[in-house]
Every structure is written in structure tokens, then in C-alpha cells.
């Protein structure tokens, strides 16, 4: 299998530290915000999840509709998408303090790919994830997959295999489009990582985003997150007026991405 071969050669970068959580300055009521998943939501790459995935993507939503976000992460370095819904879907909610998400957003899959799941049961994975996170919550919480990134460019990774892995996260990517069209309130974001990875978006194992890759892809991110959530949440966003464009293509399972991305 892929991980096998490449665990000697990667960097092992811890986890980012500190609180698991946090809240952006913006109109309240807050969105609040779970993301579930492995290294990237784990914030593999940066010193702390503010400035990982769920900090950045927490900013660039409260930039981006002027609501302030109230954020949650449950992940762990080297989590397969079977391993998110058996182990963390406890760090969805904070029962002490009252808080469950109005949104959850998967990254995830990555490490089924270079494990090589099978796509069919990659689907039943994905469709099992979104059954108990809807039984764990008792409603139809909006559900996210972030789009798998592309690894072309990664030099960490030998040229012999970039081509066939990167061919077969395009398999299991299609699986996640499929699993949203086929269910209620999930969706697909097709992202690819942050656009043409420049020297300094990548950390210093030179697979994970560094700080800055982290916040160019949660850019991407939140560009269509803010649309989903206007029209699927107008009751938490509401009346909060967006404080830059946003895009107008909302609505559906797959919301396309840029040229490039």
C-alpha cells in the first residue's frame, strides 16, 4: 500500500496545540462550526488551530458574511474516514456548555486513498459517517465534504507515485460527490488544496499546508461555504449583510470550483 511506502519518508509533524476550539468576532448569533477529520483538520503543519484549518476557515467565513463563528475540532493525524465516525464523533458537541453545530464540515480521505479503500466501500464509509453524525445530533445538520486535494506538485512525494495516487483520490473524490447527491443536506466542495501550492503554503514536511497554505485553502473553502450557509441556514445568518462579494452559485450537492483549484 501507498502509506506504507511512504512512512519513511515524510516528516512527522505534530498536531496543531492549544484549545480545540474558538469563537471569531462578528454579528451574533454565532454559526457554529464543527470540523471532523484527519491531519488537515487536525492542523498538522501549524502551531495551533487558529491558525489551522478550523481557525482560518472560522475568519474567512466571519470576513466573508460578517457572522461570527463558533468553532469545534475532532481530528486526528492519520484518521481514514471509518476512523472519524468510530472515534470522534464525541467532539461534536459540548453538552456543558449547550453547544452542537448548525454545520459540520468532513476533510477526510486522503489516508483512505494512499491505503487504497476500495471506492465502493469508501462510499459505504461516507454514507455511514453521515448516518451517525445525523443519529448523534437527532437532525439533518448540514454536512460538508471538503473535496480531496490534489498532490501533483507535492515533491515529497516520489513521481512514480503521485500519478497513480493522485489518480486514485480522484476516484474517491468522486465517491464523496456521489454520497452528497444522494443524501439530504450534504454537499461536496470541490477544492484541490490551496490553488498551485507556492514554496511557503507547504509546511516543512512538505505535505501538509503550512499557516499560510492553511488560510489560502480555507479561502477557497469558505467562498462556497458562506453561499451554503445563506441558503441553508438564513435563520443563523440572518440579518447579518456580507461584508465582500460572494459568490451567487448556491445550492445543489457539488458547487464548482474556480479555474485552477
Not at 445563506?230 to 462579494?245: D, G
Request: proline share 9%; hydrophobic share 45%.
Amino acid at each position: 500500500m501507498f502509506a506504507k511506502g511512504m512512512r519513511g519518508r515524510l516528516v512527522r509533524l505534530p498536531e496543531a496545540a492549544g484549545d480545540d476550539s474558538g469563537t471569531t468576532e462578528g454579528k451574533e448569533p454565532p454559526l457554529r462550526l464543527a470540523v471532523l477529520g484527519d491531519s488537515v483538520a487536525a492542523g498538522v503543519g501549524a502551531a495551533s488551530h487558529g491558525e489551522a484549518m478550523a481557525g482560518q476557515l472560522a475568519e474567512a467565513l466571519t470576513a466573508m458574511t460578517g457572522r461570527a463563528v463558533s468553532w469545534r475540532v475532532a481530528a486526528k493525524a492519520g484518521a481514514t474516514l471509518a476512523a472519524v465516525r468510530r472515534g470522534m464523533l464525541p467532539g461534536l458537541t459540548d453538552p456543558a456548555a449547550r453547544w452542537r453545530p448548525d454545520l459540520v464540515v468532513v476533510v477526510a480521505g486522503t489516508n483512505d486513498a494512499m491505503r487504497l479503500r476500495r471506492p465502493r466501500a469508501f462510499r459505504h464509509d461516507a454514507e455511514r459517517l453521515v448516518r451517525d453524525v445525523r443519529l448523534r445530533l437527532g437532525e439533518d445538520v448540514p454536512m460538508v465534504f471538503a473535496g480531496l486535494p490534489t498532490i501533483a506538485r507535492l515533491s515529497s512525494l516520489p513521481r512514480r507515485v503521485r500519478g497513480p495516487l493522485g489518480l486514485y483520490i480522484g476516484l474517491l473524490d468522486r465517491q464523496l460527490r456521489t454520497t452528497a447527491t444522494r443524501g439530504v443536506a450534504v454537499f461536496h466542495l470541490p477544492s484541490g488544496g490551496p490553488p498551485e501550492f507556492p514554496g511557503d503554503w507547504l509546511a516543512a514536511d512538505r505535505f501538509h499546508p503550512s499557516p499560510a497554505g492553511y488560510r489560502a485553502w480555507a479561502r477557497v473553502l469558505a467562498s462556497r461555504l458562506a453561499t451554503l450557509t445563506e441558503a441553508t441556514l438564513p435563520a443563523v445568518l440572518a440579518p447579518a449583510a456580507p461584508t465582500r462579494p460572494i459568490p451567487s452559485n448556491a445550492g445543489g450537492a457539488d458547487i464548482p470550483s474556480p479555474s485552477g483549484v
